[in-house]
């Protein structure tokens, strides 16, 4: 049950903080949803750190790391969020958009995951 509340409540702010930044930076006039793209690099970011840091000499034991990788991560960064922006996208004929913002998705999360990971060491 304490694990059930670790992820709730990390999830919870974690939503909270998403939709915060979701609100001043994303806008559908300008095609790219800046917040969300924000929100999940800056989510890759912190979770290669903390769970580096759960792997370095056990810095971290597993209820830190269920608050804050599974629960605040997990509810900061949003993988619907992503598909359904980019599924707008695509049916407005954004293409160049839609490229960008996949294509950036992917790579600049992957690197910031291996960052995160790599300043910890």
Same mark, same amino acid.
């Given at each position: 049950?304490?694990? #059930? @509340?670790?992820?709730? %409540?990390? *999830?919870? =702010?974690?939503?909270?903080?998403?939709?915060?930044?979701?609100?001043? &930076?994303?806008?559908?006039?300008?095609?790219?949803?800046?917040?969300?793209?924000?929100?999940?690099?800056?989510?890759? #970011? @912190?979770?290669?750190? %903390?769970? *580096?840091? =759960?792997?370095?000499?056990?810095?971290?034991?597993?209820?830190?790391? &269920?608050?804050?990788?599974?629960?605040?991560?997990?509810?900061?960064?949003?993988?619907?969020?992503?598909?359904?922006?980019?599924?707008?996208?695509?049916?407005? *004929?954004?293409?160049?958009?839609?490229?960008?913002?996949?294509?950036?998705?992917?790579?600049?999360?992957?690197?910031?995951?291996?960052?995160?990971?790599?300043?910890?060491?």
């Amino acid at each position: 049950m304490k694990q #059930l @509340l670790l992820v709730f %409540i990390g *999830g919870g =702010a974690g939503s909270v903080l998403r939709f915060i930044i979701g609100k001043f &930076l994303n806008n559908t006039e300008n095609g790219i949803p800046y917040g969300t793209f924000a929100a999940n690099i800056l989510g890759s #970011l @912190l979770i290669g750190i %903390i769970l *580096g840091l =759960a792997a370095k000499n056990d810095t971290l034991n597993s209820n830190q790391t &269920l608050l804050l990788a599974t629960g605040f991560c997990g509810g900061f960064t949003t993988f619907s969020s992503f598909a359904y922006e980019n599924h707008v996208m695509l049916k407005s *004929g954004d293409f160049t958009s839609f490229a960008i913002y996949t294509i950036a998705s992917f790579i600049v999360g992957f690197i910031a995951v291996f960052f995160g990971m790599f300043m910890v060491k």
